[in-house]
């Protein structure tokens, strides 16, 4: 199968290569997923699982992207849930060989239907941006109604997830980035927009919750504008600052099922936008996934059209 792999730690993103690699097997609980569509998280590269596996060990080539809509053709020994031709979407392990590839195993667990009415591109864009979104405002910020969100990086994958889940649940939203994001933070729903170059960003004041994507100065500034009982959530690790009197959570997302069947049923009634940027196919993934400018979205790979 065609699939595209890494194997020097050293040369990063600009290593990627389209090879043929062995089609996987399926081990207990496993399926065989044929991909339609990738999505991918640039900053892939850069994780331990990439290179070794849990024991430490070199698990070069390694196949990148995590994030897959397809169907399913095959079951491992005791795979219960899934059928053989059926949609799924959702999130590989990290120390496996991952999705951009025509094939991958994925255990069943870590999977859910794709709706009919769900195109493979959208459903590839959703596993890694909605569930982290879905668990850092409600699972480790319990986000309430009535409540504050600052969310950074508001125009990216995550953060117009972060902007649209909060507002839907009656949060007052304040997105952050550059002044070029502005315009595209407010079109997914913030209500605010803090420009992190021009804007000084103290002068929002207090706020129930941080979701943070940035990391460094941007994480330590804002712990001191979380008010009393508040939550800094982030997935960059912790900085050296935390609330006065609040939580800090740093959290890896987690594929459940049962998360990206609600982020699904969202999508399919209009709740909930992706924000792609561009769609390539397998053969002109490596240009796509090394950009020469910004990217303005999520970056797909349809393997299948």
């Keep these: 199968m ?3 792999v890494v194997t020097d730690q050293a040369a990063g993103a600009a290593g990627m290569r389209l090879l043929e ?5 399926a081990a207990i609980n496993d399926v065989i997923v044929e991909i339609h569509a990738s999505g991918y998280v640039p900053t892939e590269v850069e994780w331990p699982s990439t290179w070794t596996d849990r024991a430490g060990r070199d698990r070069t080539p390694s196949i990148l992207g995590h994030e897959l809509a397809g169907v399913v053709t095959a079951l491992g ?3 219960t849930g899934l059928s053989v031709g059926q949609r799924v979407f959702g999130i590989s392990d990290w120390h496996r060989d991952g999705t951009l590839a025509e094939y991958v195993a994925v255990e069943a667990r870590n999977l859910a239907p794709l709706p009919g009415d769900v195109d493979f591109t959208v459903g590839a864009s959703l ?9 850092g405002l409600f699972v480790h910020g319990r986000l309430q109604a009535g409540q504050s969100v600052l969310a950074h990086g508001a125009a990216g994958a995550v953060g117009t997830m972060v902007t649209q889940l909060a507002r839907e ?3 007052h939203v304040i997105g952050t980035g550059r002044a070029a994001d502005r315009q595209k933070a407010l079109d997914f729903g913030s209500h605010e927009f803090v420009d992190l170059d021009n804007d000084t960003l103290e002068d929002i004041g207090a706020v129930d919750l941080v979701f943070d994507v940035i990391g460094g100065d941007v994480q330590k500034r804002s712990a001191s504008l979380i008010r009393a ?8 690790g912790l900085a050296d600052a935390r609330p006065a009197d609040g939580l800090a959570v740093d959290f890896v997302v987690e594929s459940i099922p049962a998360q990206l069947t609600e982020i699904a049923q969202r999508v399919r009634d209009g709740r909930l936008r992706t924000n792609i940027g561009n769609v390539a196919t397998l053969d002109d993934a490596v240009a796509a996934l090394n950009p020469t400018e910004r990217r303005k979205g999520k970056t797909i790979i349809t393997v299948r059209s």
């Design 21 to 25: 690699r062995p089609e996987p097997a």
């Design 169 to 171: 649940a009656g949060a």
């Design 77 to 79: 020994y005791g795979t």
């Design 229 to 236: 009982g508040g939550t800094l959530v982030t997935v960059t």
């Design 127 to 135: 596993p890694i941006s909605g569930l982290t979104a879905w668990q």
């Design 2 to 4: 065609k699939a595209i």
